[in-house]
């Protein structure tokens, strides 16, 4: 190890650097990891290009990224009684939370009523420096060993798998369910593989261009919504009924109301996607057919159930990858990402 590395500098909006930076140094409970793989999520590309000022991040200059794999270099002092060893292959994910309110204990970290506040709560690459660099400190409760033989680049995207596995369980998949999966990006893709885990006996994924094909080649069938109304195509597919559950994974207004509208009767909609609008939704047809909108962030414990699902292939998340740049070339990677015709599902970066 050297005493600097280098990191990935956002200066302000849409200003990248690649700087040299002293190499972090893990405190309690804490672990410094040579962060070996980075993988481009959605949620970096907004926070680049400064579509949720002050909030994530913070301020500017900053470090992003969030789903990485590495190998744990050093260890902060406890670190090791929680059985975490210098060499360990480890995949990280972004909240790091209090552990102590209401909500920790019974199990949502996610929604840690102690978000944000300094010293109760942080959240990688969001509100406190990300994982873009040579080397990065995470917490204990944020880390969990690669199984064997995993590549760090599949190890990259555990954290996203774990993203997915969450909203399939947030729409509460029963056996033999008929799920429609709206967006055909990483993370619905994913959440397609996650409902077949959950027990769902069907899935249709709506979507367009490569991604749409990329899921056919998958398996699953698909609604182009290029080639007219999706929701209508949805209950051709269905008898006229609906899908039993609906996982929305694009996050634009539209979107939303086509998962409301192509739900079955007592349906419910499962929704991870972000629109950055306002979103209109009928409400007589929830009144009167009982459907249900639920919300899902980030995960909520599936890292470590996600993990054994990627070792397996029953979640095809190395399938997915499509791009390897070097952490120099991140203004490459972040325009192929943001580029519809680049062919890009889920790229990597490799510090």
Not at 27 to 52: K, P
Not at 106 to 124: A, D, F, I, R, V
Not at 326 to 340: G, M, P, Q, V
């Amino acid at each position: 190890m050297t005493q600097m590395m280098q990191a990935l500098v956002v200066r302000e909006p849409k200003v990248l650097d690649i700087a040299d930076l002293p190499v972090p140094e893990p405190r309690r409970n804490e672990v410094l990891a040579r962060v070996r793989s980075v993988s481009i999520c959605g949620t970096d590309a907004h926070l680049i290009n400064g579509d949720y000022p002050g909030f994530w991040p913070l301020g500017f200059p900053f470090t992003p990224g969030h789903e990485w794999a590495g190998e744990i270099v050093a260890l902060g002092e406890g670190a090791d009684t929680f059985g975490w060893n210098v060499g360990d292959r480890v995949a990280g994910t972004s909240h790091n939370a209090c552990g102590a309110c209401q909500k920790c204990v019974e199990g949502q970290y996610n929604l840690c009523e102690n978000y944000g506040k300094p010293g109760l709560h942080s959240q990688y690459g969001h509100n406190v420096q990300g994982v873009n660099a040579t080397y990065a400190v995470h917490n204990v409760k944020c880390i969990f060993k690669l199984p064997e033989g995993m590549s760090f680049d599949e190890g990259a995207l555990a954290d996203p798998a774990s993203i997915a596995l969450h909203v399939a369980r947030r729409g509460n998949i029963k056996a033999g369910d008929t799920v429609a999966v709206i967006g055909a990006g990483a993370v619905g893709l994913l959440a397609a593989d996650s409902a077949l885990i959950c027990g769902a006996a069907r899935v249709i994924v709506v979507g367009r261009g490569y991604r749409l094909d990329r899921a056919a080649t998958l398996g699953f069938e698909t609604v182009d919504t290029n080639a007219g109304d999706p929701v209508q195509e949805v209950r051709n597919l269905t008898g006229g009924l609906g899908a039993d559950v609906v996982l929305e994974c694009a996050g634009t207004p539209l979107t939303v109301q086509w998962s409301m509208a192509m739900l079955r009767r007592g349906g419910r909609c499962a929704m991870v996607g972000i629109p950055t609008e306002d979103v209109a939704i009928k409400c007589q047809p929830l009144v009167l057919d009982e459907l249900e909108l639920v919300g899902s962030r980030a995960s909520a414990g599936e890292m470590r159930r996600v993990l054994p699902f990627m070792a397996n292939g029953r979640i095809r998340a190395k399938e997915l990858i499509t791009h390897n740049f070097a952490l120099s070339e991140y203004d490459k990677a972040l325009a192929t990402f943001n580029d519809r015709a680049s062919g890009a599902i889920k790229i990597i970066v490799n510090p």
